[in-house]
């Protein structure tokens, strides 16, 4: 999968086999049609959010063209139970084995750096309030999910975003932009 931008993206997204998305969090999976290509369907999935689906698709691609024949496609909800042992899984896949021991890793070392404080919270970081009345930090009537509006919560991803990306050898980021919904 990729992320075409710019100049000549249309023709990159015209060629794309498939599509996989997971912007809104939502779950599905069809056919979409593809563009200049009147009756020609790919599949578009987005699994979801939290890993409750895996995108499956079955690409038969032929050797000679490497165009597409057939394809089939789904969102496969994930097992939850009976949870399969790792050693299970290690030795029906031995590849996973690798997998976990990057994955124990990188739980080693966030456990780490995760207990040492870096800072502190005086008040809530609240998303945005809409219809209601904010009393002394208290919010009352209302919703509290107005995607519409600045929030306390969106400043503070925003002001992180730069604060990391602000390094040239990152990007010398000036701004952060971020989506209001999440």
């Known amino acids: 999968m ?3 931008r ?5 023709r990159y997204y015209a060629a794309s086999a498939e599509f996989r998305t997971g ?3 939502r779950q599905y ?3 979409g049609p593809v563009p200049g290509s009147p009756g020609k369907t790919r599949p578009i999935l987005q699994t979801g959010s939290y890993g409750d689906f895996v995108g499956k ?3 038969n691609v032929d050797p000679v063209t490497f165009d597409v024949v057939t394809y089939a496609s789904a969102d496969v909800p994930r097992a939850t139970s009976p949870v399969t ?3 299970t899984y290690i030795s029906n896949f031995p590849q996973v084995a690798q997998v976990k021991a ?4 990188a739980v080693t070392y966030a456990n780490g750096v995760g207990s040492v404080a870096i800072g502190s919270v005086t008040k809530d970081i609240t998303r945005a309030f809409s219809n209601g009345t904010n009393t002394s930090g208290t919010f009352t009537g209302g919703t509290t999910e107005d995607r519409a509006k600045e929030s306390a919560l969106g400043n503070l991803v925003a002001n992180a975003l730069v604060s990391k990306l602000s390094p040239a050898d990152k990007g010398g980021a000036t701004i952060g932009v971020v ?3 999440g």
């Open 85 to 87: 042992p790792d050693a």
């Open 23 to 25: 912007h809104t969090h």
């Open 6 to 10: 710019g100049r000549g993206s249309s």
């Open 2 to 4: 990729f992320r075409a």
């Open 57 to 59: 698709v079955v690409l």
């Open 179 to 181: 989506n209001p919904g």
């Open 102 to 105: 990057t994955l124990d890793a």
């Open 29 to 31: 999976a069809y056919d």
